[in-house]
């Protein structure tokens, strides 16, 4: 059996490992090869034993095996080549121990021997000392004489025995008693002899043969297999040359010995794998050469199970291949594992490589966003100073300039507003992209800004083209919308059909249609309607936009006429009379107050042309950035090829959509479809004067301004580009009328001459983004709203515009007159408006209280009114850190009669009031040290307790020089009531005034402090006496 | 014709002041600067926008400052400087300016950090602008106040008191 286990090539070592694997009893007794207790042998041997049946053994095939191949002979010999050694081995321990033995009997007749020689040197004492006698020849004299002895003692023993005489019968009979002894003594040594021979035969018999020691060793060494292989997950078996099984080993045997046996694996079991490792074996069969093969099995025996099989084959002594040893182990939890790692590892590799990649494309998209961000900043940053040099020449322009000068001044202008388009083309762009572009929603009428936009492009056409617009009736008068981004838009589109066409016309025609799609009609609305509602720079909050929608409202209620405007706005303010300046931008207004009663109309707007057309090819990419159609077109037309990009993303934005539809050298239709939302209310029974100063004057329109609500506008080509004509330059021809001129214009036409009936809140907010618009590149692509709502909230805004028309009309002395009687014409009103209203701190009151007054032709100066009061000056405190405020705030009280003290930070106020007393107090809220809130706090805690004990305990140290025990007295008396505080801020949010009133304040000014504030401020809180 | 100069650099004067107001870069307390403008202080409001000029310079450029530091951003300080500047730009009547800084300061509030850049951004942008316009405005002024000065020999001077 353990055959199996031999290594042919290697036989001497073989003996020594198997020689160390068994102890060897064999000598065992009293040798120190014995390293086992007895005890525990014959336990492991007997746990062992219990374990052979796992291995079926077909033993003729073993006694075949042993005697016919090659290694069974071998391992034979083997066997009894280490019996002969043992043996061998037993022989020469037993030599070994008979030399000992035979060295100390030499050892000890050596000394019997020199005992005798002591005894004999005494004998010869007597002759003296006649020769020396060395050690070596006294031993070598024993060497020779002890057989001699013995020799003598023998000869000696028989010489007095025959003392008879020789040949007489008493010899013989002498003679024949000796023998007859002689022959007993040999007699019992023989017997002895044969007893001691009768002893070795039965030791001889019982010492054990070779055969059964070879057996014992044998299944000592099947124990020992199977010890070892007891749990080992491995099968171990020989098949002869016809693959059947002759020996199978298995630990885990889900067969009987009698199903595998003489079969073939083949025949034992079916499945994957099975076939596989029988041809596996038959290859090495063949080959004879040992191998070893991973195999995975799928039978229905074990399951899927996969083994590493070593086949090696087994030859016959005459070299033939006889047969094949197989050694099977079970490696499928390894194979698992390792199909487990190598798929974690490409898990790994591919987690890596993704990795990477997106490590990659955060790169590049950071790399993008600061590209993108760069180019806003660089776009600013190149802006400023260009509208620096922009707006300088069109000052420029306006001066007294030659013909030439002028002309080269037009294109240094027009270059510039080149520019100018393009930075804001990528502003936009990037606005749009990163979402930060915000849609205003306002009314405006398309015709009109169809009929601007082909004004503009008329004004600086260079070509000989027809300009149309058409719209159709059913388009409404007046839509609300993002009338900035839609006039871009249609610019855009406009001056790009311009540019490529070269003969015929460009129009925009406008229709209504249904809605492209159901579903969009819902979503985009409400989407565009949220990013309105988010905006944060409006700043305002709902409170005020409530009541100015309010008023807005109230407003409709009376039709829209101007005369009910007024009233309407007082009432509104009455209600909210803390309305600060800056909320009530009509924007929101607008956005608040078609809420309930809109309804959404979509217009589609065509745009087309009679140019080079696109190519089809270049279709899908025309609203690319920076693409144009072709290489050649760039060439050959410039640009950036930006505005298209720009035009659809905001057409997207709005929730419409831009398509195009081309034929080469026919020309190119681009058209955009938008939602606009229109307001049922509102009928459009326009007063005139509202469209007159739509209209304005604008030199090239030489339409009547009832074309507003007519649908067709045509602008027939001139002779020559306007640019170079000798008028001057197209751009100012435009300009002038709009932007600067359009004030003086306006008055004139617009108001009335009688200059005390304001007109007010006549300029809505659109029309002056149209108006702003054309004069102005700068400001269109600027998103905040407010611009525009900054003139519109108020009509004291209108009152001041008036006024600088005023001041272009009439000459110096004569508008200075005019601010001052209108000045004062407010003062004087402001005291009658005070009757019936205590507080007041919304200049727009102001406002309407002064056109109020102003209507009824009330204006007489009341100057000296204000003066006399001045005589007993009241002390005032003005806690500031602005140097600016600081310098407004004194010469306005400067023009009031008042004087003031002025300190910077809270702590100086609390020390202020501290060291002295003051009749009124403005705090701004906002300083460094200490704010002013907290130094009203710490005032009224004084004025309170009689005691500074907060201050000091906010940290406030007091000058004690200043402290004035003299007038402490006086002071406590004077200071206990309370001192009017009035805060100063910018912020003019009403939760920051709740914390005013929270902190102690009594009032609340919202900056810029105006003259009418302060009056106010003064009038209520100062005692009149004063 | 060199006494018309005078009235065209005034028509100058209003026509560039009334594009501002168009524009809303300024709004009316600039012409109630205007007025507290008298003869015992004839420069005030060059003084007072020059004034405003440094100081929201500064501020501007403390802002920036702020802005810089990346890992940190100072709300509190930022807020401070806006009030500040709000309150300076109400007074002189910088429209726009107080406008953005409204914005800047409720993106500030917000913590809305890349609101606050665009809005510093937007702020210097206007400031430059207004700074630029003013600056033109009171060249214009000045040439104005020379050319008005100016008087033919022959032309009738204003009568003297004495």
Redesign the interface.
């Known amino acids: 059996m353990d055959c199996e286990m031999e290594n042919e090539h290697s036989e001497e070592m073989d003996m020594e490992v198997l020689s160390s694997m068994w102890p060897e009893d064999i000598n065992e007794e009293g040798k120190m090869f014995n390293l086992e207790k007895p005890g525990a042998d014959h336990d492991m041997l007997e746990g062992v034993k219990s374990k052979e049946e796992p291995a079926a053994v077909d033993f003729n095939r073993l006694v075949d095996l042993t005697t016919y191949s090659e290694k069974g002979s071998s391992q034979l010999s083997n066997l009894v080549k280490s019996w002969e050694y043992k043996q061998a081995n037993a022989v020469r321990l037993l030599r070994e121990e008979l030399d000992s033995l035979s060295k100390q009997q030499k050892k000890v007749e050596l000394k019997k021997l020199e005992m005798i020689e002591e005894h004999r040197f005494e004998e010869h004492k007597y002759g003296g000392n006649k020769r020396p006698v060395s050690v070596l020849d006294e031993v070598y004299d024993i060497w020779q004489e002890v057989p001699r002895r013995k020799n003598d003692v023998v000869v000696h023993d028989q010489r007095p025995e025959i003392e008879a005489e020789y040949d007489t019968i008493i010899f013989w009979k002498q003679r024949a008693i000796h023998l007859e002894k002689l022959l007993e003594a040999s007699m019992q040594r023989e017997q002895i002899a044969l007893e001691k021979l009768q002893e070795s035969i039965q030791s001889l018999e019982r010492q054990s043969s070779p055969v059964e020691e070879l057996s014992q060793v044998l299944r000592r060494a099947d124990n020992y297999l199977h010890f070892v292989l007891q749990n080992a997950p491995v099968v171990i078996g020989h098949q002869d040359n016809e693959l059947r099984y002759r020996f199978i080993y298995n630990h885990f045997p889900s067969l009987g010995e009698e199903e595998i046996i003489g079969k073939t694996d083949v025949e034992i079991f079916a499945g994957g794998g099975v076939k596989e490792s029988q041809d596996f074996k038959r290859e090495v069969l063949e080959r004879g050469v040992a191998a070893k093969r991973e195999i995975t099995f799928e039978t229905e025996l074990f399951g899927s199970k996969t083994f590493l099989i070593y086949v090696e084959p087994v030859f016959s002594k005459a070299g033939e291949t006889i047969g094949v040893n197989y050694m099977g182990m079970d490696v499928t939890d390894q194979v698992r594992k390792r199909e487990r790692v190598a798929q974690l590892r490409e898990e790994i590799a591919v987690q890596k490589a993704k990795e990477t990649e997106l490590n990659k494309s955060i790169h590049i998209t950071e790399e993008t966003m600061r590209a993108k961000q760069m180019l806003?900043?660089m776009s600013?940053e190149i802006?400023?100073?260009l509208?620096?040099v922009v707006?300088?020449a069109e000052?420029l322009s306006?001066?007294k300039l030659d013909k030439e000068q002028r002309q080269l001044l037009s294109v240094m202008l027009s270059s510039g507003d080149l520019v100018l388009q393009l930075i804001n083309d990528i502003l936009d762009l990037s606005k749009v992209e990163s979402g930060?572009m915000r849609l205003e929603a306002t009314k405006f009428r398309p015709r009109e800004v169809v009929k601007h936009v082909l004004q503009t492009a008329a004004a600086s056409l260079q070509k000989i083209l027809t300009l149309e617009g058409h719209i159709t009736d059913d388009v409404p008068v007046e839509v609300i919308g993002d009338v900035l981004r839609i006039r871009q838009i249609l610019t855009n589109l406009i001056s790009n059909a311009i540019k490529f066409t070269h003969e015929g016309k460009v129009g925009i025609k406008l229709y209504v249609v249904t809605d492209p799609c159901a579903c969009k009609q819902g979503d985009s609305p409400n989407i565009k309607y949220k990013e309105e509602q988010s905006a944060?720079?409006k700043?305002s909050h709902d409170h005020n936009i409530q009541s100015t929608s309010k008023c807005r409202c109230d407003q409709k209620d009376f039709d829209g006429q101007k005369q009910g405007e007024v009233p309407c706005q007082c009432r509104a303010h009455n209600d909210e009379t803390r309305t600060s300046l800056?909320n009530g931008t009509s924007t929101n207004g607008d956005r608040e107050e078609y809420l309930p009663h809109e309804t959404t109309v979509w217009i589609r707007c065509d745009v087309h042309d009679t140019g080079i057309g696109i190519p089809e090819k270049a279709l899908p990419t025309l609203f690319n950035k920076y693409m144009q159609a072709g290489a050649d077109t760039a060439r050959k037309y410039g640009g950036t090829g930006l505005g298209l990009a720009i035009c659809k993303q905001l057409v997207e934005l709005m929730g419409g959509q831009l398509t195009v539809s081309s034929k080469e050298h026919q020309g190119s239709i681009f058209t955009f479809i938008l939602p606009y939302k229109v307001s049922t209310m509102y009928d459009c029974s326009d007063d005139p004067d509202e469209l007159q100063d739509m209209m304005g004057h604008d030199a090239a329109n030489d339409m009547n301004d009832d074309d507003a609500n007519s649908g067709f506008f045509k602008f027939q080509p001139r002779t020559l580009g306007p640019i170079f004509s000798a008028s001057g330059p197209g751009r100012s021809q435009t300009l002038r009328p709009n932007?600067?001129?359009?004030?003086a214009i306006h008055t004139r036409t617009a108001y009335p001459q009688d200059s005390s009936s304001f007109p007010s809140g006549n300029n809505t907010p659109k029309e002056?983004c149209l108006?702003?618009d054309a004069?102005?590149e700068?400001?269109v692509t600027?998103t905040?709203p407010?611009?525009?709502?900054?003139?519109m909230y108020s009509p004291?805004?209108n009152?001041?515009?008036s006024?600088?028309?005023e001041?272009?009309k009439h000459?110096?002395e004569n508008s200075q007159l005019k601010?001052s009687s209108i000045?004062t014409c407010s003062s004087s009103q402001r005291r009658k408006g005070d009757l019936d209203m205590t507080k007041i701190s919304d200049p727009r009151e102001m406002c309407q209280m002064q056109t109020k007054s102003e209507r009824s032709s009330e204006c007489t100066s009341n100057d000296s009114r204000d003066i006399p009061k001045t005589t007993s000056k009241p002390k005032i405190l003005l806690v500031?850190?602005?140097?600016?405020?600081v310098?407004?705030?004194r010469?306005?009280m400067?023009?009031l009669g008042h004087e003031i003290v002025v300190v910077n930070n809270g702590v100086e106020a609390v020390r202020a009031i501290h060291s002295s007393h003051f009749d009124i107090v403005f705090m701004?809220?906002?300083m460094?040290l200490m704010d002013g809130l907290e130094a009203t706090r710490l005032i009224r805690s004084f004025e309170e307790t009689g005691n500074w004990e907060a201050a000091i305990k906010a940290g406030v140290e007091f000058d004690v020089s200043h402290s004035n025990s003299i007038t402490n007295g006086q002071q406590s008396l004077s200071s206990r009531k309370r001192i009017p505080i009035i805060a100063?801020?910018?912020?003019a949010l009403s939760e920051s005034a709740d914390e005013c009133y929270a902190n102690g304040m009594d009032s609340f000014v919202s900056?810029?402090?105006?003259?009418n504030n302060l009056r106010q401020c003064f009038q209520e809180y100062l005692p009149p006496s004063l | 014709m060199l006494g018309l100069q005078s009235y065209r650099l005034l028509a100058d004067m209003n026509r560039l002041l009334a594009s501002l107001f168009h524009q809303g870069v300024l709004d009316e307390h600039f012409l109630q600067l205007q007025q507290l403008q008298d003869e015992s202080s004839p420069n005030f409001v060059s003084q007072v926008v020059n004034m405003y000029f440094n100081e929201s310079e500064k501020l501007l450029r403390s802002l920036r400052a702020l802005s810089v530091d990346r890992e940190h951003w100072e709300y509190k300080k930022v807020r401070l400087h806006l009030n500040q500047l709000m309150g300076s730009s109400s007074s002189i009547g910088a429209n726009r300016i107080r406008n953005v800084c409204i914005a800047f300061r409720a993106a500030s509030e917000q913590n809305n950090r890349p609101g606050c850049l665009r809005a510093l951004d937007l702020l210097e942008h206007e400031f430059c602008y207004l700074k630029n316009k003013l600056h033109e405005f009171f060249l214009i002024e000045q040439q104005q106040v020379l050319a008005a000065g100016i008087r033919y020999p022959n032309y009738p001077m204003p009568q003297h008191p004495n």
């Open positions: 806003a900043t600013h802006r400023s100073p509208a620096g707006s300088m000052i306006t001066s930060v944060p720079v700043g800056e932007g600067f001129g359009l004030g002056i108006i702003e004069c102005s700068v400001d600027e905040s407010e611009p525009e709502s900054s003139l004291e805004c009152n001041k515009n006024i600088v028309n001041q272009i000459d110096d601010i000045n500031e850190d602005s140097k600016i405020n310098m407004v705030a010469s306005m400067k023009q701004d809220l906002y460094p100063m801020t910018a912020n900056k810029p402090v105006t003259l």
